[in-house]
């Protein structure tokens, strides 16, 4: 069973297709190239330094070709034999920084919540997670998720295409639940947050990562039009003190949280992977400090959260 009854019900008919009954005039053509893509044998995968699979395959370059049909990759890098899809964000810096709050991922059941093409989930079944529970509404993240589980094969791992809040699940509880970069686009962060709480087992633990606007804007910031960074939907940013204050109000606590990380350029990036706009034209060309709407520029925080019983 793949994390509870509910969940396996819900999740079984996307393991084989993976858009189940979504309408989108893109899913033909990615189902063509998913159709397309080559039975791998001798596999060999490796999950815990990197997410890479090699198998048996002499033609990389069609094979390119293929994935580069998958545009844009927003997450990764992957690597499927010399084929290096070096994504826009080089997602291995937010797990390095996850990894070092130290935080036991062992035969726990997961749930991550907006987990785009399920870099992080292999990178959890890498650290000996058991099961790995995606909700991704944007289906090119899905159409991703699809071609390297293609050739990573793992069943360890499952993608449903919805929002957690369409999903309704009421019978299903994790150990950890993962929210990165999803507060800020809510437009009812503690609603957000009181449905990750629901869905924690006793002794869980919400992994939340979002951007954190300076001290001087009380509790939060909040763009004008939804735009900062040229991220469009960005309703709140909260501060550091906002963050604990929402915590305290939903009977959460900070078990441990980490340093601030301001974003680079290393880290985000345009790529022949991705090749359109990206971080060079979030911030003001004359002050990095400023975004290029005159917020201050993006810093990253994880916090992880129990129950804390009030
Ligand atoms: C900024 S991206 C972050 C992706 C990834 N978690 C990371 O940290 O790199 C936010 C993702 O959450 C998805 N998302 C937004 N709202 C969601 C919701 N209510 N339920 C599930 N996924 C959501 C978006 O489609 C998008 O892929």
């Known amino acids: 069973m793949f994390i509870s009854e509910e969940v396996e019900g819900l ?19 990615w189902l063509q190239i998913l159709n397309a893509l080559p039975r791998p044998e001798n596999i060999h995968v490796e999950l815990d330094s990197q997410v890479s699979v090699n198998f048996s395959f002499n033609d990389n370059k069609l094979l390119e070709e293929k ?16 084929i290096i899809i070096d994504s826009e964000w080089d997602s291995g810096k937010k797990w390095e920084r996850f990894l070092k709050l130290n935080q036991n991922l062992k035969g726990k059941s997961i749930l991550d919540v907006g987990s785009g093409n399920g870099y992080y989930a292999f990178r959890m079944i890498g650290e000996g997670a058991n099961q790995v529970l995606c909700l991704e509404p944007n289906l090119m993240h899905v159409s991703q998720f699809a071609s ?14 919805e929002r957690l809040e369409h999903l309704g699940l009421k019978n299903s509880y994790f150990d950890l639940i993962f929210s990165m970069g999803l507060l800020y686009h809510q437009r009812n962060p503690k609603e957000h947050l009181t449905d990750l709480k629901k869905l924690l ?3 869980g633990k919400i992994i939340l990562e979002t951007i954190i606007s300076p001290k001087k804007y009380g509790k939060l910031l909040e763009p004008k039009d939804g735009n900062y960074a040229s991220m469009p939907n960005v309703h709140y ?33 345009r790529t022949k992977w991705m090749p359109f706009k990206s971080f060079e034209s979030a911030l003001d060309k004359n002050n990095k ?4 709407e ?13 129950v804390s019983g009030i």
């Open 201 to 203: 087992s006793k002794k």
């Open 67 to 82: 994935l580069l049909g998958l545009l844009p990759w927003r997450k990764g890098p992957f690597k499927l034999n010399e």
């Open 237 to 269: 940013i909260h501060t550091d003190y906002g963050c604990k204050l929402l915590f305290k109000q939903l009977g959460l606590k900070v078990v441990t949280e980490s340093e601030l990380q301001a974003t680079e350029g290393e880290e985000q990036r």
């Open 294 to 306: 005159g917020y201050p520029a993006p810093q990253r925080k994880f916090y992880v959260l129990e």
């Open 289 to 292: 400090s400023l975004t290029v």
């Open 11 to 29: 999740s079984q008919e996307y393991i084989d297709n993976p858009f189940g009954k979504k309408r989108d005039k893109r899913i033909e053509g």
């Open 148 to 161: 390297i589980n293609h050739f990573i094969g793992s069943k360890s791992v499952r993608m449903i295409p």
